[in-house]
């Protein structure tokens, strides 16, 4: 007997930027080191796809401590982009991402225009499937005032350098700290990104009222978490209508009801953040959760339900 | 490694603000070292968001135990938990104390607990006294006032010389228990030094570690730090540590026990 279309399992399954993935949730840069911390709790091959920790041409000690503290349903960071610098990666780290079926997006940051082209074709030739373009850490002095995403003329001038030194499906990773997110965004696409990961996290601080002392070493660190999810939803929902290539929705997400806020408001994908910290089942259970939604829903294909806001009319 | 959602079997007081909980986890007793520690889960809500770490305090059978003192929010949130309740629970991590082998050069053992810093060295202290019976350990416990005293009596039963430092003196010697750890010392030059693991506040273990630089004997430390991931993945928990010039260990996997002599204070 003929299976009824009704009873096939939902398709998860999603091309994003031309990479095949299981399904549309990832793990965020920064989060999930380099896939081999958590590979003994979560089952990397059940994963949309992992983004690395961003990675720099020379190794970088990160910045000194006190680097992270909690706040209210949210975690405040300051690293310092702390990583091991792209030889290293390339020798230790990627072999042990052959041992999975799973795509591998590479983060990569410089403090020069130049480094982001060096660091692109550097990675030429190896086993990755995309790279993502760090432009908004905001724990590095860049030289300069401002960071690369808070700039449309930079942000455009590093995107189509790298664009011409790689035929990898590329990303570039925004910054809410800018007064209009859809303005870079589409920057980003004129430049020829293949999509945008939103948001990186918000610059905050926390004072320790007995010493009077910022709580972090550097003063400012990046706000993730829960407490910046709403404003997360609102930027993917703007640069949803304002841009055609594919969104990465980031922040905040815990629960498949928060993915499935993001992929309703227009993000083809979403990445954990601090989930992972929090639980790191969380990306297995969102992935679960939005299968058994759509079971319950009758929704076929995970596509149909991107950027499927039912505004009300006015 | 794993997660569990262990069953709480005791959850008391023991003290001023300071409580023991016994979970049900075999899965990390048979794989936990001394000072190793799981990363606990709290609430399913939030806030807290993070996990709490809580070293490993004893392991019996099929039950591992933790010792903690309510500090905040987390903390007064596990205090509240009833026993039959489940705790979401990631371990054993990090690395632990190394032991003294059978062989090494040591006169004896010296443990130097500061507050609830007793909890990882009483595991230590059953470890010692299991794999090595001939090692005499002596036990330096330091505390506020004698109400926040802990363990006295655990380390007694396993034959430890346990002294005691009160910062009020209200028991034991007035002072602190790194001042009990100098008293002991010089040792003669000709007689095999001590080995000394130490755990509590971090304005201690700095001053246990300059005292193990100037009589040169080995000292680990059982760093307390706030985490979030606890796997090693967020590097939001480093030290700096000695390098070419320095580094940045984390505390969750690198440690929480260090070699005194690595760490840059």
């Not at chain 2, 409580?19 to 075999?26: G, I, S, V």
């Not at chain 2, 019996?60 to 929010?73: A, C, M, N, R, T």
């Not at chain 2, 003294?100 to 010692?128: H, N, Q, R, W, Y």
């Amino acid at each position: 007997m003929m299976q009824k279309a009704k009873d096939k399992p939902p398709n998860l399954g999603i091309e994003l930027a031309g990479i095949s993935l299981k399904n549309p949730v990832m793990v965020a840069s920064g989060t999930f080191g380099y896939g081999e911390e958590y590979a003994e709790l979560v089952d990397l091959n059940r994963l949309g796809a992992i983004v690395a920790k961003t990675i720099t041409l020379k190794p970088r000690l990160g910045n000194e401590p006190p680097r992270i503290v909690e706040t209210a349903s949210g975690v405040l960071n300051s690293i310092g982009l702390q990583n091991v610098g792209i030889d290293a990666f390339i020798n230790e780290k990627l072999p042990f991402f052959r041992e999975y079926d799973v795509p591998l997006i590479v983060s990569i940051a410089g403090d020069t225009i130049d480094e982001y082209v060096q660091l692109a074709k550097t990675l030429k030739g190896e086993e990755i499937s995309g790279l993502e373009l760090n432009l908004s850490c905001p724990n590095i002095k860049y030289g300069r005032k401002f960071m690369f995403a808070q700039d449309p003329k930079t942000t455009h001038q590093v995107v189509s350098r790298v664009r011409k030194a790689t035929s990898l499906p590329l990303m570039v990773k925004l910054s809410p700290n800018v007064t209009d997110i859809s303005s870079i965004a589409r920057v980003c696409e004129e430049a020829g990104a293949d999509g945008v990961s939103l948001i990186n996290t918000f610059t905050g601080m926390a004072i320790d009222i007995e010493s009077r002392k910022p709580i972090l070493r550097q003063i400012t660190g990046g706000l993730s978490g829960p407490a910046i999810k709403p404003i997360a939803l609102r930027m993917v929902y703007e640069v949803h209508r304002a841009v055609k290539i594919p969104i990465i929705g980031i922040g905040g997400i815990m629960t498949a009801g928060d993915a499935l806020e993001f992929i309703i408001a227009g993000a083809e994908a979403v990445a954990i953040g601090t989930g992972n910290f929090v639980d790191p089942l969380t990306p297995i259970k969102v992935i679960d959760g939005i299968r058994e939604y759509m079971i319950r829903n009758k929704i076929k294909d995970i596509k149909s339900m991107v950027g499927s806001l039912q505004c009300r009319k006015s | 490694m794993v997660q569990i959602d262990a069953k709480i079997l005791v959850n008391e007081g023991i003290g001023p603000q300071r409580h023991k909980m016994a979970l049900y986890a075999p899965q990390i007793g048979r794989q936990a070292k001394p000072g190793q520690f799981i990363h606990v889960r709290v609430s399913n809500n939030f806030p807290p968001l993070l996990r709490r770490p809580f070293s490993i305090h004893r392991v019996e059978g099929q039950k591992i135990e933790i010792l903690y003192k309510v500090v905040g929010k987390g903390t007064e949130i596990l205090s509240e938990k009833k026993r039959g309740e489940y705790l979401d629970i990631l371990g054993p991590l990090g690395k632990g104390y190394r032991l003294p082998s059978a062989t090494s050069k040591i006169s004896d053992i010296i443990l130097v607990a500061g507050g609830t810093g007793v909890a990882s060295l009483l595991f230590l202290a059953e470890a010692i006294s299991v794999a090595n019976a001939e090692l005499s350990i002596l036990v330096l416990i330091g505390a506020k006032n004698r109400e926040e005293l802990l363990c006295e009596e655990d380390f007694r039963r396993l034959g430890c010389r346990v002294e005691v430092a009160t910062e009020n003196g209200s028991r034991g010697y007035k002072g602190l228990a790194s001042d009990l750890l100098e008293n002991y010392l010089p040792l003669s030059e000709d007689r095999p030094k001590p080995a000394v693991f130490a755990c509590g506040p971090s304005e201690m273990l700095k001053r246990i570690g300059k005292i193990s630089r100037k009589h040169r004997f080995p000292c680990q430390v059982s760093l307390e730090e706030r985490l979030a991931c606890g796997v090693g993945a967020c590097l939001g928990c480093v030290v700096k540590a000695k390098g070419s010039s320095y580094t940045y260990k984390r505390v969750c996997k690198d440690g929480p026990v260090f070699d005194a002599g690595e760490l840059i204070w």
